[in-house]
């Protein structure tokens, strides 16, 4: 059971706005920045925003996110195909000492 | 350009060891935290271990506690992580990622496969 919680499954049509959602706590989410990773099929993770709404070099300006206390969200809007992917968010946790990590969301492109 | 190449992995039995090593270039390795991250099949991201840029501060996971041990070498551009008293449930993709303080990993590496079973 992962310490942040997501939403298993998420699907939009191409053009599409959605958005997925990464709620956790006070040690987390509420006190600290967030990561959303891209997975693609077989491959690693791939870093998607940082620090809760920049997004690194190289990631289109259709992904953005954003925080509110202890939750967090991705939105990812003019939908593509390649979108196709699982989705993770992460942050630090002060009680546990380490990063943890939402179980993922998968997105599919109708 | 940022890289990191894990080897290491394989098949090894229950209550067995193996030791990972992740070789780092195009940044200055001895200026990040670095970290391991593993996930096991068809599952979720699971922090392994953390190591700070001299080694002096390290964190674990609970579950890995006693068992696993990260190192780094920043004269080799290396990070490390030695795994002893396997377990089937330690069967997965052993990720290697660059990290700051107090923040989840940015670049990852492709990541290793360990099998543990018998």
């Known amino acids: 059971q992962s310490v942040l919680t997501q939403p298993p499954s998420a699907s939009g049509t191409p053009g599409q706005r959605v958005t997925i959602s990464c709620s956790g706590s006070?040690?987390?989410?509420?006190?600290?920045?967030v990561n959303w990773y891209q997975q693609l099929p077989g491959t690693a993770p791939k870093l998607l925003i940082y620090s809760n709404n920049q997004r690194p070099s190289g990631v289109p300006d259709r992904f953005s996110g954003s925080k509110s206390g202890t939750s967090a969200s991705l939105a990812i809007s003019g939908l593509q195909s390649e979108d196709e992917a699982d989705y993770y968010c992460a942050a630090w946790d002060d009680s546990l000492n380490g990063p943890v990590f939402g179980g993922g969301t998968k997105l599919t492109v109708l | 350009q940022v890289q990191l190449v894990e080897s290491g992995g394989g098949l090894v039995k229950p209550g067995g060891s193996l030791r990972l090593s992740c070789a780092a270039s195009?940044?200055?390795?001895?200026?990040?935290?670095m970290s391991w991250i593993r996930q096991a099949p068809g599952k979720g991201l699971e922090w392994v271990s953390y190591?700070?840029?001299?080694?002096?501060?390290?964190y674990y996971a609970d579950s890995v506690k006693g068992r696993f041990t990260i190192s780094r070498d920043n004269a080799k551009n290396s990070l490390y992580l030695q795994m002893n008293s396997l377990r089937a449930e330690d069967t997965a993709v052993y990720y290697c990622?660059?990290?700051?303080?107090?923040?989840?990993?940015?670049?990852w590496g492709q990541g290793t496969t360990v099998t543990v079973s018998s």
């Open positions: 190591i700070s840029s001299s080694g002096s501060t390290i």
């Open positions: 990622a660059r990290a700051k303080q107090l923040v989840p990993p940015g670049i």
């Open positions: 195009g940044f200055t390795f001895s200026d990040y935290y």
């Open positions: 006070s040690s987390n989410v509420g006190s600290n920045t």
